[in-house]
């Protein structure tokens, strides 16, 4: 009986989730995040991703919120995700999953660099990912860079390395005007809780009395899913159970980069 009544909490608490994630689209119109003294104003948003994929698994959240809030959102994917020589359909599978988010094709910039192949072990050289986000930078006037933070979420050496670049591009004199904010790693148990941890997310930001770390919900998750499923070639049984019990299918927890 004991486990019977474990399963009906979990489901209760897995359904309560889901409410506050569908009824929260009033709770987020509440959030500061790239507010303050520029909030009359559209922000030029450069999010940067080292594969194809990583926007709609990993950012959706952040996307949507961007998207309903009108923001100009430019997304550069560092690689075309070759390391199964599938480069040229995932390329493609960007640019189906970004028009389901709503962002423009001519706004999404895939690289194809030979330095910057993806796989794990590939190590990415932090200068030229800093020379080439400052070239994105100034050609769109960004002045908010949202990437990953510097775990990667899942680890991934080339998310890392994309971290370290952006934090490479903001020490040089030429970074520092941007605004650059890190998606936050949970840990594993977070990690695989599903929207579950929103709870915990929303308690560790109401926690920071500085405002340099915000709780963004999913507001659409249909279209997180709809964007994911374009990755045809990557939307194998494993990322599904992936994005259906992944915390970052339901929330994103960004901090600024200092």
């Not at 910039?109 to 796989?119: F, M, T």
């Not at 249909?222 to 019990?245: D, E, G, I, P, T």
Request: glycine share 6%.
């Amino acid at each position: 009986m004991a486990w019977i009544a474990l399963t009906l909490s979990v489901l209760v608490l897995w359904f309560a989730s889901l409410c506050k994630i569908f009824l929260g689209s009033s709770a987020a119109s509440k959030t500061t995040f790239l507010d303050g003294d520029k909030s009359s104003r559209r922000r030029n948003v450069l999010l940067v991703i080292a594969h194809p994929d990583d926007e709609s698994m990993f950012f959706a959240p952040v996307i949507n919120f961007l998207i309903s809030r009108t923001h100009n959102l430019h997304v550069l994917c560092m690689s075309t995700g070759n390391a199964d020589g599938m480069g040229s359909i995932r390329k493609e599978e960007l640019y189906l999953a970004s028009a389901i988010l709503k962002i423009p094709s001519n706004q999404v910039k895939i690289l194809d660099h030979p330095d910057l192949q993806d796989g794990f072990g590939k190590v990415w050289n932090w200068n030229s990912l800093a020379s080439i986000i400052d070239e994105e930078t100034r050609i769109h006037n960004i002045d908010v860079i949202i990437t990953f933070d510097d775990h990667g979420i899942s680890g991934h050496c080339n998310h890392k390395d994309v971290h370290q670049g952006v934090r490479k591009l903001l020490h040089d004199a030429t970074g520092g005007h941007i605004e650059a904010w890190e998606l936050v790693s949970p840990n594993i148990v977070r990690k695989y809780i599903g929207p579950v941890d929103i709870w915990l997310s929303t308690l560790f930001t109401r926690g920071q009395r500085n405002k340099q770390t915000h709780c963004l919900l999913n507001l659409d998750l249909h279209k997180s899913y709809a964007a994911m499923a374009q990755h045809s070639s990557q939307w194998v049984w494993f990322r599904k159970l992936f994005v259906a019990f992944s915390s970052c299918t339901y929330a994103s927890t960004v901090r600024k980069i200092e």
